[in-house]
């Protein structure tokens, strides 16, 4: 027998932005709300699953930061900002000691509204399109080191935009 569990929600969310603008003005809160649906498949008896989800994320007032050449930021605030993405996640103990977990994301965030015409559909700064990551995890499982872990994992970003890339991107 199997076990699966499917899972949806909606959020809303109101951030209060403490930070300025170029000329010291305040910008205005962050206003977000979240459409998520997704599901984990675990075998019964077992601590190892696989889960996939499904996201909208859409943020009004969005601040974002732009670096120069000299790695210098400029902070701004564009009308809004969508990402649309999916995750899947997979964890399994290889023994009593040893646990492996893999996670692989791909999200598509583009400014949707901006008082900049040109930046329109353009990809988000500093989110990239996808990562991926792996993990192996040892804990003790006896002695005077009991329940002490070390863990060792990579982790992949691949295609990271540092100010709005172009539309066709």
Do not use: H
């Amino acid at each position: 027998r199997q076990m699966c569990i499917r899972d949806s929600s909606y959020s809303e969310a109101f951030n209060v932005v403490s930070d300025t603008d170029v000329n010291a003005n305040l910008f205005d809160p962050e206003l977000s709300d979240q459409y998520e649906i997704g599901v984990k498949f675990q075998p019964e008896g077992s601590d190892s699953f696989i889960s996939l989800a499904l996201f909208e994320l859409t943020k009004e007032n969005y601040v974002l930061s732009e670096f120069n050449s000299a790695g210098v930021a400029t902070r701004r605030q564009v009308g809004e900002v969508k990402s649309k993405g999916m995750e899947i996640e997979a964890a399994m103990a290889l023994s009593d000691s040893f646990r492996l977990s893999a996670a692989y994301s791909y999200i598509d965030a583009r400014i949707t509204k901006s008082p900049n015409a040109w930046e329109e559909d353009s990809r988000t700064p500093m989110q990239p399109d996808e990562t991926a990551s792996i993990w192996l995890d040892y804990t003790q499982q006896t002695g005077m080191f009991k329940n002490l872990g070390l863990g060792l994992g990579l982790r992949y970003v691949w295609l990271l935009y540092t100010s709005p890339s172009p539309r066709d991107a």
